[in-house]
């Protein structure tokens, strides 16, 4: 029977190359540990996102909740890089994987403004940046990822873009966030001068 049926080397080729992409998917979704991370996340970006953490886990008071935040950031990074990596991404896909870095790298900058100069932090103008970036992300990696997964990234968007949560970590009068915010704006310092 198997061979009666018709099958080319062009279709068997990109089978094999579409299920070789959905398992390096799964492997990610499934490996996020130290050793996988750091083959996409550096040094640099890793101490960030343990600060990240801290300060998530300090605001929520909720281990599980700060853990899994994370760990749908490290996926979003990780799923985003095998597409690029793989070649999954049209040429337009990659014209607006330019802006969101644009983007991304505005919003670093506000980041680190708004904590280091007294009284310029702008939740609205905060809002507007995650906001865009959130649409761009979401209409990139909707065709590419299950639709749980955009639910994940959208529910990241709700957390990061709460205003009580920034109005409290750019509070400077909340010292308990003190520590962790400034070494985050030392690392966001650092990868913007890497222009990572």
Do not use: W
Not at 17 to 45: H, P, T
């Amino acid at each position: 029977m198997y061979n009666e049926m018709s099958s080319s080397p062009d279709t068997d080729r990109f089978k094999t190359n579409e299920l070789a992409l959905r398992v390096q998917k799964k492997l990610a979704s499934k490996m996020s540990n130290k050793s996988m991370v750091k083959m996409y996340i550096d040094d640099r970006s890793g101490h960030l996102l343990d600060n990240l953490y801290r300060v998530i886990k300090t605001y929520t008071n909720n281990k599980k909740q700060s853990e899994k935040i994370i760990k749908s950031v490290i996926k979003i990074i990780i799923k985003s890089s095998l597409l690029i990596r793989n070649k999954q991404l049209s040429e337009q896909e990659l014209s607006t994987c330019e802006t969101i870095k644009t983007k991304l790298q505005s919003l670093m900058m506000s980041f680190i403004s708004f904590y280091e100069v007294d009284f310029s932090y702008d939740f609205s103008y905060l809002n507007k940046q995650l906001t865009q970036i959130r649409t761009l992300l979401v209409t990139l990696l909707s065709k590419h990822m299950q639709p749980k997964n955009v639910q994940k990234l959208e529910n990241l968007f709700v957390f990061f873009n709460n205003k009580q949560f920034l109005d409290t970590i750019f509070n400077k009068k909340n010292e308990i966030y003190r520590p962790y915010m400034t070494t985050i704006v030392t690392d966001l310092n650092v990868l913007l001068d890497g222009n990572s």
